[in-house]
């Protein structure tokens, strides 16, 4: 069956918000950039629900001082199998139709990743397919490139290797460590990913083989473009 031209997220609206799900194991800060960038209206989205993989992840603090519905499942005390299933139900329950990864540190399984197959969205730091993975700031600086940035993609069943819906580059200079490269990325993925989920929520994203494309919405008459998102 061909993946050309199906739709991803939905036309969302202030008074019918596209529904997601946040799964979070860190700081939290770009969680917290998308759930205040819904609250101030810029974005058709609602923050339904917020899990965090480990209880002392700072992002819980965070959320809740936002009045965010946060649940914590921890995957040290269920285990591997049992840790899925549990976030499985806390998604579901939420009646969330998109999930966000946000600095969550786990790999999803197959199985997980097939029941929300395109509701899945990941932010990484660098400007994939480059450095994928762990560290991609020490990588990055290693390899010697002048240019890095960010990238909000679908999740598959690979690491790192879904489609991209937006890249936002950022300057390595010179002098950069490892810690400042990852500030000045961090400051641009927080407006990378609100505008990733921005794009999801207009009802224009279609997947075409790999590419992620924007359509002009029907009502101005016009035909999909083909231009890329990102």
């Known amino acids: 069956m061909s993946r050309d031209g ?14 997601v799900a946040v ?80 600095g969550y540190m786990r790999i999803l399984p197959p199985e997980w990743v097939r029941r929300f197959e395109r509701r899945i969205v990941n932010i990484h730091p660098s400007l994939l397919p480059s450095f994928p993975g762990l560290e991609p700031h020490r990588q990055a600086i290693e390899h010697g490139v002048k240019v890095s940035g960010c990238t909000v993609h679908l999740v598959d069943e690979g690491v790192d290797s ?26 641009v993925e927080h407006r990378a990913y609100v ?13 075409t083989g790999r590419r992620v494309v924007r359509r002009a919405l029907e009502a101005h008459g016009s035909t999909a473009e083909g231009s890329s998102s990102s």
Do not use: F
């Open 195 to 207: 505008e990733a989920l921005s794009l999801l929520a207009s009802g224009q994203l279609v997947l």
């Open 6 to 19: 199906l739709p991803l997220g939905r036309a969302a609206s202030p008074d019918d918000p596209l529904r």
């Open 23 to 102: 799964l979070v194991s860190g700081r939290g800060s770009n969680m917290e950039a998308i759930a205040r960038a819904a609250a101030r209206g810029e974005i058709p989205v609602k923050v339904v629900k917020v899990v965090a993989d480990r209880p002392e992840a700072g992002a819980i603090a965070r959320a809740r001082a936002l009045g965010l519905d946060v649940s914590i499942v921890d995957y040290r005390a269920l285990g591997r199998e049992a840790y899925h299933r549990r976030l499985l139900e806390e998604v579901e329950a939420s009646g969330a139709e998109l999930v966000a990864l946000a």
């Open 162 to 187: 879904g489609p991209i819906i937006v890249q936002r580059p950022v300057p390595v200079d010179d002098g950069d460590t490892p810690e400042t490269l990852a500030a000045k990325v961090l400051e």
